[in-house]
């Protein structure tokens, strides 16, 4: 394959979601020890759950004093948005068998955002496998560095929770060239944050869906509709 | 510790999301309507995870942090200046950590 602007792009991007990726797999291996979890059981989480707000969801429920068990509920609430983007990636990735059950782990916010963002079928499918396997990697060693170090690392002072927004809100910005994406986006944004008080966590963004559905089903106009804002230059 | 039950369950059930997602038969997805659905799936959740990100203090309340949400306009700044995805994270986490450590007790 012949090294293109495009895929050494793709590259960088993938590394640097990998740094941001160990940064929170050290805050959540740090949690979850404090919560109580063996570090066997961080690691098990970030080796098999793989999914970064469901395993913050199940240390902060364990580490509140909850039972294991009603952790379960936020956790598997947290990761239904994978089912969905198994439904977007589907067409892109085309796995088969044995392969599907290696692809369907690596499913998740990081991996479906780059895909997305690229243009063609091979810079998808590129942009999936070297963001999903390199944060793996990076998620993993994090965790054990995190479970190992504890509570030592603190991830706000670094700050570090303003890592998630900015990396997803760069990862999804590419899409608001589309017009109706944009007003997709802030439809599904207003629902999310409107639900936040009112439902268990995890289900305001999976609600958020209903906007990409009313806006993939509602008739295309002719000539397109006004952005909600100026055109970016 | 049975919480080894638990911690297995929670793993199983999310990789089970994940295959069930990929698994849908290609005839749904050949629907165009559906590929106009889902072609917007991510945008739309993306956007609502960001916003989320920023506003859920955890609880069912909402709490802003106006470094973070500092941090991530001076992002926004970035991507409008069409810097790269690099960029945009470092600025944000950096901005948001100079505010936390120039700022300490405000907020």
């Known amino acids: ?233 | 510790m049975t919480l080894w039950v638990p911690v297995l369950v929670a793993c199983a059930g999310s990789y089970l999301i994940k295959l069930a997602g990929l698994s849908l038969p290609s005839s749904v997805l050949a629907d165009p309507r559906v590929q106009r659905v889902t072609s917007l799936l991510p945008v739309a959740m993306l956007s609502a995870l960001v916003c989320v990100q920023l506003v859920d203090g955890g609880g069912g309340r909402y709490a802003l942090d106006w470094r973070v949400l500092t941090g991530v306009a001076a992002g926004v700044v970035a991507l409008l200046l069409r810097r790269g995805f690099l960029v945009v994270f470092v600025v944000a986490v950096v901005v948001t950590a100079l505010l936390r450590l120039l700022v300490p007790a405000v907020g």
Do not use: K
């Open chain 1, 1 to 233: 394959m012949p090294p293109s602007p495009q895929r050494a792009a793709i590259i960088r991007s993938a590394i640097g979601i990998g740094i941001y990726a160990a940064a929170f797999g050290a805050t959540f291996g740090a949690l979850a020890v404090a919560a109580g979890l063996g570090r066997g059981q961080a690691q098990a989480l970030s080796l098999a759950l793989f999914s970064g707000a469901s395993q913050l969801a199940f240390a902060g429920v364990v580490g509140g004093g909850g039972s294991a068990w009603t952790a379960l509920g936020p956790t598997l609430l947290l990761a239904l948005r994978n089912g969905f983007y198994g439904v977007t990636l589907a067409p892109v990735l085309q796995s088969r068998g044995a392969r599907r059950l290696v692809t369907a782990h690596l499913v998740i916010d990081e991996t479906t955002a780059m895909a997305t963002a690229q243009t063609a079928r091979r810079e998808q499918r590129m942009a999936f496998w070297w963001t999903g396997l390199v944060l793996f990697a990076c998620w993993n060693a994090g965790t054990f560095v995190g479970a190992l170090v504890g509570s030592a690392i603190d991830t706000d002072a670094l700050g570090l929770d303003a890592a998630g927004p900015s990396v997803f809100l760069a990862l999804v910005w590419p899409a608001f060239r589309r017009v109706r994406a944009r007003w997709v986006a802030l439809a599904g944004a207003a629902i999310a944050v409107a639900l936040v008080p009112l439902v268990p966590s995890g289900v305001p963004v999976i609600a958020a869906a209903a906007a990409a559905v009313v806006g993939g089903l509602l008739p295309q106009r002719g000539s397109p509709s006004p952005p909600p804002e100026g055109e970016v230059a």
